[in-house]
């Protein structure tokens, strides 16, 4: 346990109530009782405690539940972090017994924080933007799924009556704004009929800055190679104009909520610091923020590395087991973050570019050679983030590579 602190509390968050824990540098209890949500008996059990000496109050889950704990760990005076939900799971199997109670866990917590503080996470700092930027992050990330949903409703529905015209809207294609807005007015297979050619091609023309003749066409195609009707036809023509306007009025929401993460990271500093890198973007910035905030909880690029996932892991047992192999753990929205934007930098940034052909060169898959081009990356974001200072392009000069790429 870190010296300074003389108590620990571990605290099992509940909806309505839940059970704290406390420890001294030894061990020994000086609470485990459950409380309410309320912050009222909060501040009394921190302030009781602080007559102790300094105070690190520590929960399973940073957000929703465990919101007002925090502020009112914060406001009191203490420090507060949080124990990722696999260490917890993973450090539970170190005690004995197999029950699953509020105490119990709370105990785990506390002794688990007294004993392996390496395991602590920071809790994002008191910053109203980060905060902010948590909630519309989560809400977006629900739009999306349920875009997703929606559009996959959209081919289901095309596929059961009429699988040539599915296959037209191949990729993403379906998600286009001028395919959305065909399918709202024209229904399907049927109105695209009825409608003809020509109109179907008018009011695509008007719809659509590019010439669509050529989708037109390939749409009419589809629809001259099947003559039968599938039973629900007509029902099925009924609803893919819904969920067409359900899935344009999602994809605004979203653009609504870009728009209003972009105002917000206007004011945050380091934003602006992450989105001068090739290939970072606004949605790509927020989400690196969100998960590391400054980076300062990260003693160097490695620890940032193999805190996201992107860090080969060394094996070796005895002469048959030696390498280094892909991770498969790590914080995956952060790993999401880092490798899209690698791989959109190595499609626009020359000098990434270079880096993974280079390593496409020495045989390496694509998806490997982009987890390389983002690990390097991550030395650079890690350096930016600690110095405050914008992306600069690497000069002429060759540097060696660090010995986790070499792999």
């Known amino acids: ?33 459950p409380l309410v949500q309320d912050e009222a008996e909060l501040r009394e059990l921190f302030t ?136 709202e007015k024209f229904g399907g297979p049927t109105g695209l009929k009825t409608a003809g050619r020509g109109r179907v091609l008018r009011f695509a023309r008007s719809h659509s800055r590019r010439d669509p003749e050529a989708l037109i066409d390939q749409i009419f195609t589809a629809l001259g190679e099947q003559t039968v009707v599938v039973p629900a036809t007509a029902a099925v023509e009924l609803v893919i104009p819904r969920v067409a306007g359900q899935v344009k009025a999602l994809k605004e929401q979203r653009a609504t909520v870009a728009r209003e993460v972009e105002a917000m990271l206007e004011d945050f ?8 890198m090739p290939g970072i973007g606004i949605k790509t910035a927020a989400q690196i923020l969100l998960n590391i905030g400054d980076g300062s909880a990260f003693e160097t690029p490695g620890h940032l590395a193999a805190y996201a996932g992107i860090a080969p892991v060394t094996r070796r047992s005895g002469t048959s087991i030696r390498g280094e192999f892909p991770a498969r753990s790590g914080n995956k929205r952060l790993k999401n973050a880092l490798f899209y934007s690698a791989w959109v930098a190595s499609n626009h940034d020359p000098i990434s570019k270079a880096y993974y052909d280079r390593k496409r060169a020495q045989g390496k898959r694509h998806n490997a050679a982009v987890i390389c081009l983002a690990r390097r990356r991550c030395n650079v974001i890690f350096a930016m983030l600690r110095d405050g200072t914008y992306y600069q392009p690497p000069s002429t000069t060759p540097t060696p590579e660090p010995a986790a790429l070499a792999a």
């Open 1 to 33: 346990m870190d010296t300074r602190f003389a108590v620990v509390i571990g605290l099992d968050v509940g909806k309505s109530g839940h059970h704290a824990c406390a420890l001294d540098p030894d061990g020994n209890r000086l609470f485990d009782k």
């Open 269 to 276: 500093p380091l934003a602006s610091v992450l989105m001068s």
């Open 48 to 183: 009781n405690l602080q007559k102790h000496g300094e105070v690190l109050m520590v929960v399973d889950q940073p957000n929703t539940i465990g919101a007002l704990p925090i502020a009112v760990a914060r406001d009191a005076g203490c420090t507060v972090a949080y124990l990722p939900g696999l260490a917890m799971r993973k450090a539970a199997d170190l005690y004995p017994g197999r029950s699953k109670t509020d105490a119990r866990d709370a105990f785990i917590i506390a002794d688990t924080a007294r004993t392996m503080p390496r395991t602590l996470r920071q809790v994002d700092r008191d910053n109203e933007i980060l905060s902010a930027l948590k909630v519309l992050a989560g809400f977006d990330e629900d739009l999306a799924h349920e875009t997703t949903r929606a559009l996959n409703r959209i081919r289901s529905l095309l596929t059961q009556i009429h699988p040539a015209i599915e296959r037209v809207f191949v990729g993403g294609s379906l998600a286009t704004t001028l395919v959305l807005d065909l399918l």
